[in-house]
Structure formats: C-alpha cells, structure tokens
C-alpha cells in the first residue's frame, strides 16, 4: 500500500509530508500500518471545511485515492492512523 501524508498549518505553519509504500517497512509494522488505514473510517469523512486559522490540515493519498481535511474532522477512529504517519513522516 502506498501512503502519501502531509501536514501543514498549526501556529507556526510548519509543513510535514512523507510518502510511505508498506511494502518496504518491515512486515509487523507494514501490516499494522496497512490495518491503521482500513480502520480509520477515511470513507466517512465529511467534506473538507474551509482552512481555519492556527489548525492543521491533512492531505492522505492511498493507494491513489485522495482524502482532505482539517484538524477539526479528525475523529476517534483517525487518531491512531495520524500518529502513526506522523511518527513515520519525522523520518522521512
């Protein structure tokens, strides 16, 4: 599964981007990658709001299909999926 993730916005406007294929993590955190994104519930976002000053913005391509939205739209089910590209983006 290939990812693309990019943060941007929040007080100091710093963007954060990294593009992730699973394939070429080790098989455990491929795997739990892979789960994080079929849990996250990314079909049920609601449309993207306008930006909002001091808030982030996230941008997800997976696997070709593309996902917009802001700090606001993140519910419970994204939260772990987040974390995970964000720990993995400070890597890149």
């Known amino acids: 599964m290939r990812i693309s993730f990019e943060r941007t916005g929040g ?5 954060l981007a990294c593009t992730i294929d699973t394939a070429t993590l080790a098989p455990a955190e491929g795997a739990r990658l892979e789960h994080l994104v ?9 449309a993207a709001a306008p930006p909002e000053p001091d808030r982030f913005e996230y941008r997800l391509e997976v696997d ?3 996902f917009s939205f802001g700090e606001r ?3 419970a089910a994204l939260r772990p999926l987040l974390a995970a590209l964000l720990d993995l983006a400070r890597g890149c």
């Open 11 to 15: 007080v100091a406007g710093v963007r």
């Open 38 to 46: 079929a849990r996250a519930g990314l079909d049920a976002l609601p």
């Open 64 to 66: 070709g299909r593309a």
């Open 73 to 75: 739209q993140v519910g």
